[in-house]
């Protein structure tokens, strides 16, 4: 089994920052690429931000700039740092990684999610 908890959400200012982070753990051979999703009340599940097993990163037009994805293989642990926070940010953050057991295969799992909350 392979477990995901998100940490780091809470409510802020606009103008404020945050700092997500996000732990793998279980069975994990190899994690690929790691990703944050956040979905708002009424909206789909939007992709924020990725970063793959090199650290090559993307982000959604909406957060550039503002937001930065990295990761600490190590600690199979990826992060997302907040800044220039905006009411429209607020969402629930979910990670999301493919992660393998084995050397052939790997599936993709979601953490529990963690609330962000920004306040005009």
């Known amino acids: 089994q392979v477990q995901l908890v998100e940490s780091g959400g809470g409510l802020v200012q606009a103008g404020g920052s945050l700092r997500l982070s996000c732990v793998a753990s279980?069975?994990?051979?190899?994690?690929?690429?790691m990703r944050w999703y956040r979905q708002a009340p009424g909206k789909q599940r939007e992709l924020v931000a990725t970063?793959?097993?090199?650290?090559?990163?993307n982000y959604a037009d909406s957060v550039k700039g503002r937001f930065t994805i990295s990761r600490d293989n190590a600690k199979n642990t990826v992060y997302l740092q907040m800044n220039s926070l905006k009411p429209e940010d607020t969402a629930v953050y979910y990670c999301?990684?493919?992660?393998?057991?084995?050397?052939?295969?790997?599936?993709?799992?979601w953490g529990q999610g963690t609330q962000v909350t920004v306040s005009s």
């Open positions: 970063v793959t097993s090199i650290g090559v990163t």
């Open positions: 279980g069975s994990i051979f190899r994690i690929n690429a």
């Open positions: 999301n990684s493919e992660v393998a057991r084995t050397p052939d295969t790997a599936f993709s799992y």
